[in-house]
């Protein structure tokens, strides 16, 4: 199973980045995806999720209103579309996977419930 980030960079406050995620080695379908971001000296942080069964997202914290979550399945890649970056966005942001099916759906927030990570992007918003 492999995951790897890419689309990470410097970005200037106010401006937009599309993260994306390969994933490979997973089976075609059952697996929800969740984006994380960690800034030094900080808990790692949930952002979003989508689930590859049915494409239901949910969203985290200060992502709401600024991030948008989408997959293309074809292609086994899930992306986060990050509009209106904020200096307080600069953090390394990683990608996720996870089999495990919840009742409550905030349970993908925690990295806890996940199995497989990917290395993470940086994204550093500054002027």
């Known amino acids: 199973v492999r995951l790897v980030e890419a689309g990470g960079g410097l970005v200037q406050p106010g401006g937009s980045l599309r993260l994306s995620c390969q994933a490979s080695?997973?089976?075609?379908?059952?697996?929800?995806y969740g984006w994380f971001r960690q800034a030094p000296g900080k808990e790692r942080e949930g952002i979003s999720a989508?689930?590859?069964?049915?494409?239901?997202?949910w969203y985290w914290n200060s992502a709401k209103g600024r991030f948008t979550i989408s997959r293309d399945s074809a292609k086994n890649v899930v992306y986060l579309q990050m509009n209106g970056l904020k200096p307080e966005d600069t953090a390394l942001y990683y990608c996720?996977?996870?089999?495990?099916?919840?009742?409550?759906?905030?349970?993908?927030?925690?990295?806890?419930?996940?199995?497989?990570w990917g290395q993470g992007t940086q994204v550093t918003v500054s002027s």
């Open positions: 080695g997973l089976t075609a379908d059952g697996y929800v």
């Open positions: 989508i689930s590859s069964r049915d494409g239901s997202s």
């Open positions: 996720a996977a996870t089999h495990t099916l919840f009742l409550d759906d905030n349970n993908y927030a925690y990295a806890r419930e996940y199995e497989y």
